[in-house]
């Protein structure tokens, strides 16, 4: 398996500008989940899906981000207008399932990330 | 509010010595903890989960003390390749309510 795959791996763009962040899950996994990190704040969870429904967005910092999963091989994040405090490197993971710390099926897969660079 | 708290290090340590992190948490209703491993400018990847009896796996060893709200990461025997970033990370999983918190990472250094 390919593992998670992101695109594109590197953005830099000018504050007021639109980004697209991609995701492509592991095939078979039913949740998707959507990290930003940075070194003031660490990791944190933005959002997550399951059978690309949304489940928790509650990390989302504000409504400039938006997130969608149309099908159950791709998603993306979405930032309208970018800021320079939105630089961050943008990750996603899948796993098979969301029960059970002791399940190995529940284990996250980190995708490379996408280092995002707001001027 | 951050929920998960690490030293940051770096920890600089020699070749085949043993170094623990510790690793506190808040949230006393966390059920779930593990540790993850980053190596610069990479994606975490999932070292071991942590289990109320405590776990081992070669040289890596977890421990959870739920009265202290404290998990440890013990590594013997260091090598060089085991020079990377070491995220606590400790939560809920499942439901609307689900969500693991991650540390910000401790640093350890590995040198000949």
């Known amino acids: 398996d390919a593992g998670v795959i992101q695109s594109p791996r590197h953005e830099v763009t000018e504050m007021g500008q639109e980004v697209t962040l991609r995701c492509k899950p592991i095939s078979g996994h039913d949740y998707l989940f959507w990290y930003r990190q940075t070194m003031m704040r660490g990791l944190e969870l933005l959002i997550y899906f399951n059978n690309n429904v949304p489940i928790d967005d509650s990390g989302m910092p504000e409504d400039r981000f938006s997130a969608k999963m149309p099908n159950a091989s791709f998603s993306t994040l979405k930032i309208q207008p970018s800021e320079p405090r939105d630089s961050a490197v943008y990750f996603c993971?899948?796993?098979?399932?969301?029960?059970?710390?002791?399940?190995?099926?529940?284990?996250?897969?980190f995708g490379p990330g996408t280092r995002l660079t707001v001027l | 509010r951050k929920e998960v708290e690490q030293d940051p290090g770096p920890f600089n340590v020699p070749e085949g010595a043993t170094v623990a992190f510790n690793c506190t948490y808040s949230?006393?209703?966390?059920?779930?903890f593990f540790w993850y491993r980053q190596d610069c400018r990479k994606e975490p990847k999932l070292l071991m989960s942590v289990y109320s009896s405590g776990n081992e796996d070669g040289r890596f060893t977890a421990q959870l003390n739920r009265a202290s709200q404290y998990i440890s990461l013990l590594i013997r025997d260091s090598k060089l390749s085991d020079s990377a970033t070491y995220l606590c990370?400790?939560?809920?999983?499942?439901?609307?309510?689900?969500?693991?918190?991650f540390g910000k990472g401790t640093k350890l250094s590995v040198k000949p």
């Open positions: 993971a899948s796993s098979l399932g969301w029960g059970l710390a002791e399940f190995s099926t529940d284990t996250q897969y």
């Open positions: 949230n006393s209703a966390s059920q779930s």
């Open positions: 990370v400790g939560g809920n999983y499942g439901g609307s309510q689900g969500n693991l918190i």
